[in-house]
C-alpha cells in the first residue's frame, strides 16, 4: 500500500448514534469560539492553548489551517456536533501521526453544558473504529494529564490499555511537572 497519505481517500463525516462527527469547514471558527468562550475554565486545567481566549477571526483562522493540515493528513481535527440540531458540543481529532505505522493518538475536550453526558465517550469510540476500518490503524492512543480524571476515566470506559505512566514527562498548563497516563489498542490485541 502506498505511504503518501495525500493520495487516501478519506470520509470527512462519519456518525455515532447521536452525532456528527467531521473535519473542519470554512465559517465553523464562529461555533468553535462560542464553545471555547463557554468552556473556558474548564479547558484551561488541561489545554495549553486555553491560556487565552482566541478572538473569533483567530478561532476562524485555526479552524482553516486545521482544514488545510487535514487535507494533507498531516493531523485530522474532527468536530462534534449533535445529530439532531448540528450544535457544536467539542472537538476531537487524530493527531501525532505516523502513517507508516498507522499510529494514532486521539485528543478531545467538550464544551462545558454537554459534559458528564457521555458525548465524549461516544466520540471517542466511534473514532477510534473511523481509525480501525477506514485508516488501517495498528495503534491508537490516548494520553493524558494523570491529573485528569475524566479524560483517563474515558479511555478505561472504551477498553483502552493503560501500558503506563511517564513521570515528569512535560510541563502541565500551570509551569509544573505532569505525569503523562498513556492508554493503547492495538492491532491483534484489542482488534
Known sequence: MAYDPILF???????????????????????????????????????????????????????????????????????????????????SGLH????????????????????????ITEAVEAITNFAIHELQANRVEIRCDSKNIRSYRVAERLGFTLEGIIRNEELSVDGSLRDTMVFSKVRGVEF
Open 96 to 119: 501525532n501521526i505516523d502513517w507508516k505505522v498507522r499510529r494514532f493518538e486521539i485528543g478531545y475536550w467538550v464544551r462545558s453544558s454537554f459534559g458528564g453526558q457521555g458525548y
Open 9 to 91: 481517500s478519506i470520509p470527512e463525516a462519519f456518525e455515532s448514534r447521536r452525532l456528527l462527527i467531521r473535519a473542519p469547514i470554512l465559517d465553523d471558527g464562529i461555533k468553535v469560539n462560542e464553545a471555547i468562550r463557554e468552556s473556558i475554565d474548564d479547558l484551561l486545567p488541561w489545554m495549553p492553548w486555553a491560556k487565552t481566549m482566541p478572538t473569533p477571526e483567530e478561532s476562524e483562522a485555526n479552524i482553516r489551517k486545521a482544514r488545510l493540515k487535514f487535507l494533507e493528513r498531516s493531523d485530522m481535527r474532527l468536530l462534534i456536533l449533535l445529530k439532531e440540531n448540528g450544535k457544536l458540543i467539542g472537538s
